[in-house]
């Protein structure tokens, strides 16, 4: 037994001992979070409007006495070198909150727009009790640019900034006074926009990513261009719509910032002639009728289009009606869904008749190819039914080759005599020549035409092309993509195949009953000071004084 007692004092006594002065000497770790966005890494990074101050706050009260030395903020310059901030920031603590310390510009000024930072809290930090971080807190976080019109340029008299608008949808006199056109209301909104938008020294370039004119919003049984030629009609878009061109005019008449136009699905027939009559001096972006993507000379990373060169119902159909107009026709299924589309909203959705023998349990074998096609026209009719039976001859034309009178089943795929196997009058086979379609219009990657035909109704397949045509396509140089079309604004970052971070952005709409109208891409390329980061960002223009961000991102270049 005393053998028993001899080893508990000669060998475990002594281990207790130092588990207890252990504990005393090596107290648990402090953690720490801030009050604004940042990244871990480099890449991604976060992008955040411009703080004047920034908390950091631990998890445990501070011995302020380690803090001198611990805790900087530097901005990060081309090839990783770092910089100063100026105006020069200074560390402080709140004296009621002994666990927050402070980072702030000494003049009270918020941090400088369009920089990388990075942020380094030491592990040299002691809590009142001693306890340290693990490590270094290293954060990385870039900062946007405010672009309220109504103050001086961002950039200053350095024209560098890029901004993208679409899908506007000026109609004539008749769509705005029967009430079916989509843009009105904002007339005067965009007019303050682009006024605003011709008195910033900081602006290079305006481009117009499609859908400026609308020829497709006509009800049924309205001859499209109302009596007059494809020209003619255009003149009278503009004749609706004076206050808007004149404002476009005098941006392009004081030839301070280049205005380019890409052309949408809206107003793929537009001719170039015409654009230039009502716009003398407009750019345009044009690689194929009815379609163009525009790269500035200056910015082989960026990329802007219209988006519905990758959606099957809009993408110009130089193929499946030839035989019916006997021109060069390219109008798509979607035109003739447009005019259903108006139908319906002037009726207020009245429900429509629907031929037994179209729900009348079709399958994909005895569909064939048209299946995906019949199946999104059944969803569009359910979104947008019309009173008068789908056998009526009732649809009108006189455009772009098309002289008949056509019925809504002249479109639908179904079973004529109520038995296969199923057929169409207009796009006969349209989806056998899909990859056709997809050649002639210069599509890089091809895509299914069940994806296509979801890109049509969803708007993340459609912006998801932006990864599939140029992030992932090893053809591709690009890094910054735009588009427009789903009238959805919207932004995210994705490596490329090259494993860069890359920015896709849509510019949305200005049409009236959008929720989230009057919305636009600015594109600020990195400041010539040394500066790491291209930003991106989408804003809604509510007017000069009142700007709201939506999304924003950097990528390092």
Known sequence: MKTMYRFLSVFLLPLLLWGCSSSSTNPSRMTVTTSIQTSEAQEPLSTIDPPDEIFLDFSEPLNMDTIEGNVSLQIVKTGGVLA????????????????????????????????????????????????????????????????????????????????????????????????????????????????????????????????????????????????????????????????????????????????????????MLVEPSDLQRIFPGISQARDVQGLGTYTPSDRLELVIEHGHRYDFFNAPDPISN??????????????????????????????????????????KQESGYYFSYWAAWRLIMAQKPVKDSWDKQMIVTAIDGYTGIYSIYDLIPHYASGSGPLDVTLYKGIIDTWNQRQAINKVQVPILAEVAIAAGALNPVLDEQSITQYFWNTSSNKRIVVFGHT?????????????????????????????????FVAILPKKENGATTDTVTVYQYIDDKNIQKIKSAAIRN
């Open 322 to 363: 030839r035989a019916i107009t006997g021109t060069a026709s390219i109008l798509s299924p979607g035109f003739f869904v447009s005019k259903i589309a108006a139908t319906s909203d002037i009726e207020s959705g009245t429900a429509s008749f629907y031929r037994e023998g179209l729900n009348a349990g079709y399958t």
């Open 487 to 519: 009238h959805h604004a919207d932004l995210f970052s994705i490596l490329n195949h090259k494993g860069q971070w890359s920015i896709y952005a849509n510019s949305g709409t200005w049409v009236d009953s959008s929720k989230h109208s009057c919305t």
């Open 84 to 267: 100063p901030v100026d105006p020069p920031v200074g560390v402080v603590y709140d004296a009621q909150r002994p666990n927050r310390v402070i980072i702030r510009t000494i003049d009270g000024s918020k941090l400088p727009s369009g920089e990388e930072y990075r942020l380094v809290a030491a592990s040299g930090i002691r809590s009142t009790g001693g306890a340290a971080m693990a490590q270094d807190y290293v954060r990385y976080f870039a900062t946007d640019y405010d672009l309220s019109l109504h103050l001086p340029g961002e950039l200053g008299d350095n024209r560098t900034i890029t901004i993208v608008i679409s899908d506007i949808h000026l109609g004539d006199q008749r769509s705005i006074d029967k009430k079916y056109g989509w843009f009105n209301k904002n007339s005067p909104i965009l007019v303050n926009f682009l006024n605003h938008l011709r008195q910033r020294p900081d602006v290079k370039e305006l481009v117009i990513a499609g859908d400026l004119f609308d020829e497709w919003v006509v009800p049924v049984d309205y001859y499209t261009f109302d009596g007059a030629t494809q020209s003619g009609f255009v003149d009278k878009i503009a004749a609706a719509n004076m206050p808007v061109i004149e404002a476009f005019n005098r941006i392009i008449e004081e030839g301070n910032i280049k205005v380019t136009y890409v052309p949408g699905n809206h107003d």
